[in-house]
């Protein structure tokens, strides 16, 4: 009976095993544009995004700064009807754009950011077709924001 459920349990402990690693092998290989053909920029947005806060989004890159001819951030929120264009200056890779609820007050916000080299353009964020897809957030309440993860939590 012991046997028989230590068998069991070893059973099951390799084939999660092997579902595991199938995932990760099926990122790792992975030939989706959105993985390997904007490697030469980063950003990851931040988690959550408060109302009335002010917020450092962050580009970073492996382009020499030498190389950079330009670098714009264009940004909206639900209150523009158009996407405003800023140019960022780079300092070691890294480009930051402060947003200010104060000089851009909204309920959501959606941005994008572009380098452009001597030979090419590159951009961030991009979907699976590598196609530029900006980054669209929800500015949520902060109060509300805990008072929902307490109630989680319990």
């Known amino acids: 009976m012991i046997i028989n459920t230590f068998t069991k349990l070893i059973g099951g402990v390799l084939i999660s095993s092997f579902i595991i690693y199938g995932q ?5 290989r992975d030939d989706n544009p959105g993985l390997f053909k904007n490697q030469r920029l980063y950003h990851t947005p931040p988690k959550p995004l408060f109302q009335g806060r002010s917020y450092n989004l962050d580009f970073i890159t492996e382009i020499p700064d030498d190389s950079v001819l330009s670098a714009n951030f264009f940004f ?31 309920t959501h916000i959606k941005y994008y950011f572009i ?17 530029l897809a900006p980054v669209a957030k929800l500015l949520i309440n902060p109060a509300e924001y805990f008072k929902q993860k307490s109630r989680l939590n319990q």
């Open 24 to 28: 990760i092998e099926k990122q790792v």
């Open 115 to 131: 380098i452009k080299t001597e030979k090419t353009h590159y951009g961030t964020p991009i979907n699976d077709k590598g196609d």
């Open 76 to 106: 909206k929120t639900n209150t523009m009807n158009y996407y405003q264009e800023f140019p960022l200056k780079g300092k070691h890779g890294l480009y930051r754009f402060v947003y200010n609820p104060k000089v851009y007050p909204a």
